[in-house]
T-cell receptor
Framework: DAKTTQPPSMDCAEGRAANLPCNHSTISGNEYVYWYRQIHSQGPQYIIHGLKNNETNEMASLIITEDRKSSTLILPHATLRDTAVYYCIVRVRAGTASKLTFGTGTRLQVTL | NAGVTQTPKFRILKIGQSMTLQCTQDMNHNYMYWYRQDPGMGLKLIYYSVGAGITDKGEVPNGYNVSRSTTEDFPLRLELAAPSQTSVYFC???????????????FGPGTRLLVL
C-alpha cells in the first residue's frame, strides 16, 4: 500500500494561494491520488483526485509530478472557510470496495 | 438529496451497554463504510459493505457488528461498550467504481460517542 507524507501544519494568508504538498513515493501505476478535507470535526469532504495529469475543478487544482512520487493541492484564493485538515490519500482497494487510508493530514490555517 | 445522514449526533454510554449507530444514504450507492476517528488522528475503517447482504471487516472491526439489509441503510452495532470505543464515528457511501477505478466517498456528519 502506498503511503503518503504531508507536513503537519501550514499557514496561508487570506486571498493568497495555498499550496499543500504530499509525497507518495511508493505509489503504483494504477493508484489514484485523492484529496479530502475535514473542517472542524465535520465529515471529510472530497476535493479532487487524479492519476497522471493535472486536474482542476471548482474547488482546487491538483498538480502531480511526472514520476508521480509527489503532488500538490492548490487552493487558488484561500478564504477563512478553507481552514481545515487536508488529507492526501492514495486509494487502496479493500476487496471490491475502496478503502481510504487517512493519515494525520496537514492542518491549514488561513489567516487575515 | 440529504446525502448521508447519521443518528444520533452524540451519545454517552456506560461500560457494557449496547447501542446501534444509524446510517442512511439516499444516493443509491452500492458501497457503504464505517470509520472511527480518535482525537488528533486520521480515520480508520471498521467495516464496509459492497451491497445489500454483503459486509466485510476493515482495519479495526473488533467490538463492532454491521448488517446491510437494504441499499440505503448500514447500521453499526456496539454490543458491549468499552472506554476504548470513545470516538467519532463516520459513515460514508460511494457509487460503483468508475472505469479506471475512480471513486468518491461521501461522508455523513458523524456520531460522537463517549463511553464512561
Amino acid at each position: 500500500d502506498a503511503k503518503t507524507t504531508q507536513p503537519p501544519s501550514m499557514d496561508c494568508a487570506e486571498g493568497r494561494a495555498a499550496n499543500l504538498p504530499c509525497n507518495h513515493s511508493t505509489i503504483s501505476g494504477n493508484e489514484y491520488v485523492y484529496w479530502y478535507r475535514q473542517i472542524h470535526s465535520q465529515g471529510p469532504q472530497y476535493i479532487i483526485h487524479g492519476l497522471k495529469n493535472n486536474e482542476t475543478n471548482e474547488m482546487a487544482s491538483l498538480i502531480i509530478t511526472e514520476d508521480r512520487k509527489s503532488s500538490t493541492l492548490i487552493l487558488p484564493h484561500a478564504t477563512l472557510r478553507d481552514t481545515a485538515v487536508y488529507y492526501c490519500i492514495v486509494r487502496v482497494r479493500a476487496g471490491t470496495a475502496s478503502k481510504l487510508t487517512f493519515g494525520t493530514g496537514t492542518r491549514l490555517q488561513v489567516t487575515l | 438529496n440529504a446525502g448521508v445522514t447519521q443518528t444520533p449526533k452524540f451519545r454517552i454510554l456506560k461500560i457494557g451497554q449496547s447501542m446501534t449507530l444509524q446510517c442512511t444514504q439516499d444516493m443509491n450507492h452500492n458501497y457503504m463504510y464505517w470509520y472511527r476517528q480518535d482525537p488528533g488522528m486520521g480515520l480508520k475503517l471498521i467495516y464496509y459493505s459492497v451491497g445489500a447482504g454483503i459486509t466485510d471487516k476493515g482495519e479495526v472491526p473488533n467490538g463492532y457488528n454491521v448488517s446491510r439489509s437494504t441499499t440505503e441503510d448500514f447500521p453499526l452495532r456496539l454490543e458491549l461498550a468499552a472506554p476504548s470505543q470513545t470516538s467519532v464515528y463516520f459513515c460514508a457511501s460511494s457509487s460503483q467504481m468508475g472505469q479506471g477505478g475512480q471513486e468518491t466517498q461521501y461522508f455523513g456528519p458523524g456520531t460522537r460517542l463517549l463511553v464512561l
